[in-house]
């Protein structure tokens, strides 16, 4: 009886306050947290594990563990692609050598019940591209005609990789759930030129680029049972053409901490509270 009474007001949701059972009777999820740069938050204050990783205290993976009172293993680290779920990856600060660190799967294990996933940027290689695209001069032609077959072959090549990621993820942690983020609103239609130096038909190309490679994210996802979290939707007007109070993700100069073209405090904990709403309802 006291075991059900316990069950029950774990449950129970009061004038909007959760009561949650006592850590006595109830196992903590067990939490692992895989991906890249966009996961890791570099520059976002306070530096935590591998200093090649750029992995913030306050990046998504730490916010939500906070949330859920979870006992989180974050192995994000910047620079990764999907080779690196089960490949060590070879870091670097400013073109330093900072060392290896293991392949991202070593933390999974059979006792894993949460496993976070956000990778495909650098196999796509969209921040590279994205610096490449930087254009002072509104009469410029516009990057799009030079790199857009590159990138659709790039992203359909992410695909079967990241149908690989998943098995293998599944197969080490067959208890877990599973949640897969697709990437934010970087900038707005059309862009912000000067503001942010990219001409209206890049910045529609980088995003539209973003989009795509979301896409093949949802599939997969959906594809091997794993939850799908869309981050560009509830991005909207917090792209790098806002002001620094309102933005999650900054741009080519940052006016909050943060790497450029990657997401702040304020956007990491925004997706942490976008995936602990999906992971309660």
């Not at 991906?35 to 520059?43: K, R, Y």
């Not at 620079?79 to 690196?84: L, T, V």
């Not at 309102?246 to 909050?256: F, T």
Request: proline share 7%.
């Amino acid at each position: 009886m006291k075991r059900l009474l316990h069950g029950m007001v774990g449950a129970l949701v009061i004038a909007g306050t959760a009561l949650v059972a006592s850590p006595a009777h109830a196992a903590a999820v067990e939490y692992v947290a895989l991906g890249d740069s966009m996961a890791s938050g570099p520059l976002i204050p306070n530096i935590t594990g591998p200093i090649g990783c750029g992995r913030s205290t306050h990046n998504y993976a730490h916010e939500l563990a906070g949330e859920l009172g979870a006992n989180l293993r974050d192995v994000t680290c910047s620079g990764a692609k999907s080779k690196h779920m089960t490949e060590s990856q070879s870091t670097s600060v400013a073109g330093v050598d900072t060392g290896t660190v293991p392949p991202q799967f070593d933390a999974l294990s059979a006792s894993t019940t949460l496993v976070t996933l956000t990778i495909g940027g650098n196999d796509v290689g969209l921040v590279g591209i994205a610096e490449d695209c930087v254009n002072l001069d509104p009469t410029a032609t516009p990057c799009k005609g030079e790199f857009e077959a590159e990138v659709a072959q790039r992203t359909r090549d992410f695909a079967p990789r990241l149908s690989a990621v998943l098995d293998g993820i599944r197969a080490r942690s067959p208890k877990a759930r599973i949640v897969v983020t697709g990437y934010g609103l970087y900038i707005k239609p059309n862009g912000c030129w000067p503001i942010q130096p990219v001409l209206p038909t890049d910045a529609n190309f980088l995003q539209g680029a973003v989009n795509a490679m979301n896409g093949v994210i949802r599939d997969q996802a959906n594809a091997h049972g794993a939850t799908y979290i869309d981050l560009v939707t509830p991005s909207a007007g917090h792209d790098a053409c806002q002001s620094a109070s309102k933005r999650w993700l900054e741009g080519y100069v940052p006016l909050n901490p943060a790497a450029p073209l990657h997401p702040n405090a304020r956007g990491e904990a925004a997706y942490a509270a976008i995936i602990g709403n999906t992971l309660g309802a």
